[in-house]
């Protein structure tokens, strides 16, 4: 079933006609010639059912979902608008009304991302709108958060808590919900140095009460501040030293809040060696049991810089960090009062901690791995 329902403004009936380019449209917005006039009297709004030859496509693809929310309030100004179908569809489009940018496609071809060519204007009200299958398939209403309005002023010193569960894993498109349902756990973001337009953001595990760990070393990326108060990272090739490896095009990016007590639309991504990942699935497992995993969902993994085929791309987003007044230390090693059986147990080359892990290695820290139970 479509999800039109969710389009729905009960604002006016919506009256439609079908272009010779036999897409759906507005009556008077086809671009050229004339259409096939319909009109959809139930006043919700909701997509034309019409199915008239010279409309059916032969396509039966439908909106699985799409984000952000309709009548969301608080949308990042930075994460694109995405929509999802049940099928692969090679004529889908998706516009954001009045704005520029361009459409990418997720790896399995099945779900659609309009990536704005600028940040959204903060506190704005938009409208977004979904085509396949030569018919409007939604159109909704969202907001923009009022983060990014302006600059939170000097942030060294202050440290924000960041919480995993709210991640949303784009990529591997098709295995996202697998790998979101073990993320857990929480991380520390402290901000350390601010010079002109760089900021230095360190980045720290917590341990169960929300605190540092301290038997963990600590991590460092120096962001572009250019846009104060938003901030981004690559892409590049990132050491990590939680991993004590390397993460391939880590590219992070983030919005401050006016008052700087808040980042909101965090978001990160990169290619992982999946060898620390085996830990999902297993105990003493050979290096390519989670590639064979995450290919039963279509998705292969890709080179790694040892010459493996055993890496993997992922992206997430919809991540924020509310301030918190936890005392950071940066550590290259662990911290003395850590018992010596703990101690740097998650910066090891196999990247599998006391806890599991970090699901996405550094990945700027957006979940933990747990261990299936």
């Not at 509310?322 to 290259?332: G, Q």
Request: proline letters at 4%.
């Amino acid at each position: 079933m479509l999800i039109a329902v969710l389009a729905c403004f009960g604002d006016d009936d919506l009256v439609t006609e079908v272009c010779e380019d036999g897409w759906e449209r507005p009556l008077g917005e086809c671009p050229e010639g004339e259409g096939d006039a319909d009109t959809d009297s139930d006043s919700d709004t909701d997509v034309d059912t019409d199915t008239d030859t010279d409309t059916d496509v032969g396509c039966d693809a439908e909106l699985s979902w799409f984000s952000p929310e309709d009548g969301a309030v608080d949308a990042s100004i930075l994460d694109p608008v995405r929509v999802g179908l049940s099928s692969p569809v090679s004529d889908a489009e998706l516009w954001l009304d009045g704005v520029e940018g361009e459409l990418v496609w997720a790896s399995d071809d099945k779900s659609l991302a309009f990536w704005p060519s600028a940040p959204l204007t903060p506190s704005t009200r938009y409208e977004a709108v979904a085509e396949a299958c030569g018919q409007r398939m939604a159109v909704w209403r969202f907001t923009t958060s009022e983060d990014g309005a302006s600059s939170p002023g000097d942030l060294v010193g202050r440290t924000w808590s960041l919480d995993a569960n709210d991640a949303r894993v784009i990529e591997p498109a098709g295995v996202g919900d697998v790998l979101a349902s073990y993320i857990e756990g929480s991380a520390l973001l402290h901000a350390s140095a601010q010079d002109g337009d760089e900021l230095t953001l360190q980045f720290a595990l917590a341990d169960a009460t929300g605190e540092q760990d301290l038997c963990q070393v600590t991590d460092e990326l120096t962001v572009d501040f250019s846009q104060d108060p938003l901030f981004r990272y690559g892409p590049q090739d990132h050491d990590s030293a939680v991993l004590a490896g390397a993460i391939q095009n880590l590219r992070a990016r983030g919005v401050f809040s006016t008052d700087g007590a808040k980042i909101s639309g965090l978001a990160i991504g990169g290619v992982i060696d999946t060898r620390p990942l085996n830990v999902l699935i297993g105990e003493d497992l050979e290096d390519g049991e989670f590639c064979n995993l995450v290919l039963g969902f279509g998705v292969e993994c890709v080179g790694c810089p040892d010459g493996t085929e055993l890496c993997l791309e992922v992206e997430m987003e919809g991540l924020s960090a509310a301030e918190v007044s936890h005392s950071f230390v940066a550590l290259e090693t662990c911290d003395a009062s850590c018992p010596e059986e703990r101690c740097g147990v998650c910066a090891h080359s196999s990247g599998v901690g006391w806890r599991g892990g970090w699901m996405l290695g550094l990945l700027a820290g957006l979940g933990l791995l747990r261990r299936r139970r």
